[in-house]
């Protein structure tokens, strides 16, 4: 009886993290399969030449923009900054979801991270790429960016330290150098693994280039496993630090509704609450069309459902406190602020972005709309867009009426403006495309972590190393016998 109740303690009642039925060799094949198989799916060439369109028009207006100047955007006099630092902030948020993903849940040993983060990982290096765009085009001479770093030089032109583009460069590169260490790195025994599998010379001779000579001996893996922790060490900070400097940008002016000390977390949490609106607005679609529900399982959805909502409520916290503390500071210009917002003329946009953001995600409560993906993918597009409109909110209609009414003016934005920011998510899907289907969205060698052949059995090696296994009354040796 008291055997039958240590037993029943012992069960894990929790949801899995992988769907049954897999050991090591159907689970390195069916994700290896995606990789190296011959062809490509017709629903995968439809929908990379509908994104590349995308990534065309980007190009195309970039080359125009080089070419006429920044005059072809809508940025007029109050509104200098428009949809580029919108963007700007809008893909910096989207990548956060990546880093909390690898980095903090492989520290605080969360299982459920393993079937997503490479995924993640892939869209915070893309939407990296793509935020870094619009800084370096924004200054008008993109010719020169290089002069925003601290290269040693006989003119003694050094960059301006207190200038917010600084900091936007350092913080932007730093922190895509550490995500592409991140990814690389996880990535390189499964590299080793494509190189081991592939049929075809060109693919044994790609990965295994990239592969770097993995062997996967006892020396190879305690170097991975002490590198991977490190950055994943210096990736945490990161996730609070680049956000938080890049709200350093509008909290240092002097505008109404920028400076203030409450947008530091704000921002944080609204970069992380995008990051996994736009996860489970690629992961959905994705396991559907690859069939990989039994490694991206409903645990995983429900589980980040449950952290838009925990991020979703300290968004909606910061809405709150703008308008209290607009109300209590007796400021006038702050006062006037909020009231441009709620009844402005761009007023139809705070009240879609409150929609977006606080009321329709507020469905996520109900464990029957959690499971219902359906309804997660739609609450998803509509954080996605809700963030996008915050950034709106924050930039123009605190811009376009300053301090003095004689230089209020609207802002319109013109057809670049929309061309540059289609253009980057057709950019952003289309390496999201080819990294789906040359490089394992799924990190196979942790997957096999999880799979119940890779558990020790510590109360077997116990006896075996006491003698008391099947081995016989011989304890076996131990290391300095």
């Known amino acids: 009886m008291a055997a039958e109740i240590q037993k029943q303690e012992h069960v894990d009642t929790r949801p899995p993290v992988m769907g049954p039925g897999h050991n090591f060799d159907s689970l390195t094949q069916k994700i290896i399969d995606i990789v190296l198989m011959r062809g490509f799916k017709k629903g995968w060439i439809f929908g990379f030449a509908i994104v590349f369109l995308g990534a065309l028009m980007l190009f195309n207006t970039i080359a125009y923009l080089v070419l006429k100047g920044v005059g072809i955007w809508g940025n007029n006099i109050p509104v200098g ?39 993640a990982e892939a869209m915070t290096l893309f939407a990296v790429a793509c935020a870094g765009l619009f800084p370096a085009l924004h200054t008008g001479r993109p010719w020169v960016d290089y002069w925003l770093f601290p290269y040693p030089n006989t003119m003694g032109m050094w960059p301006n330290f207190r ?22 790195m996880g990535l390189i025994p499964d590299f080793a693994t494509l190189r081991d599998k592939a049929k075809n010379k060109v693919q044994r001779t790609i990965y295994g280039m990239l592969a770097m000579g993995w062997r996967g ?19 945490t900070p990161l996730v609070l630090s680049v956000h938080t400097i890049v709200s350093f940008d509008f909290a240092v002016g002097i505008m109404p509704g920028w400076h203030a000390t409450i947008f530091p977390p704000y921002f944080v949490a609204g970069a992380i609450y995008a990051g ?34 925990a991020t979703g409520l300290i968004v909606g916290y910061g809405y709150v406190m703008e308008l209290f503390m607009a109300w209590y500071s007796g400021n006038t210009y702050e006062m006037f602020m909020m009231k441009n917002r709620i009844f402005g003329p761009y007023g139809f946009m705070y009240w879609l972005l409150i929609l977006c953001n606080v009321a329709v995600p507020q469905l996520l409560w109900v464990k029957k709309f959690r499971d219902n993906l359906l309804v997660v993918f739609i609450v998803s597009m509509f954080i996605n867009v809700g963030m996008w409109l915050e950034r709106f909110v924050i930039i123009v209609m605190s811009l376009n009426r300053d301090f003095s009414p004689a230089s209020w003016r609207m802002y319109y934005p013109t057809i670049f403006d929309f061309t540059m920011f289609f253009g980057t998510i057709g950019f952003f ?29 510590e109360k077997k090696v116990e006896e075996l190393v006491s003698g008391k296994g099947p081995l016989g009354a011989t304890p076996l040796p131990q290391f300095g016998d």
Request: glycine letters at 2%; proline letters at 3%.
């Open 81 to 119: 900054w428009a949809f580029d630092i919108i963007n700007f902030v809008w893909w910096i948020g989207i990548g956060h979801a990546g880093t909390l993903i690898s980095a903090i849940l492989l520290l605080l040993r969360q299982s459920w991270r393993n079937s997503i983060n490479r995924f």
């Open 163 to 184: 200038s917010p583009l600084m900091w936007d460069v350092f913080a932007v590169s730093t922190y895509a150098t550490v995500s592409l260490l991140f990814w690389f």
């Open 217 to 235: 001996d006892a020396r190879h893996w305690h170097r991975y496993e002490s590198a991977y922790l490190l950055l994943a060490g210096l990736s």
């Open 276 to 309: 996994f609106a736009m996860v489970l607005t690629l992961a959905i679609p994705v396991r559907k069309f690859y069939n990989i529900e039994d490694f991206i399982t409903m645990r995983h959805i429900r589980n980040m459902c449950k952290v838009m909502l």
């Open 429 to 457: 899907l289309t390496c999201m495309f080819l990294f789906i289907r040359f490089v394992p969205m799924i990190p196979i060698f942790e997957m096999k972590t999880l799979l119940p052949e890779s558990k020790v059995d």
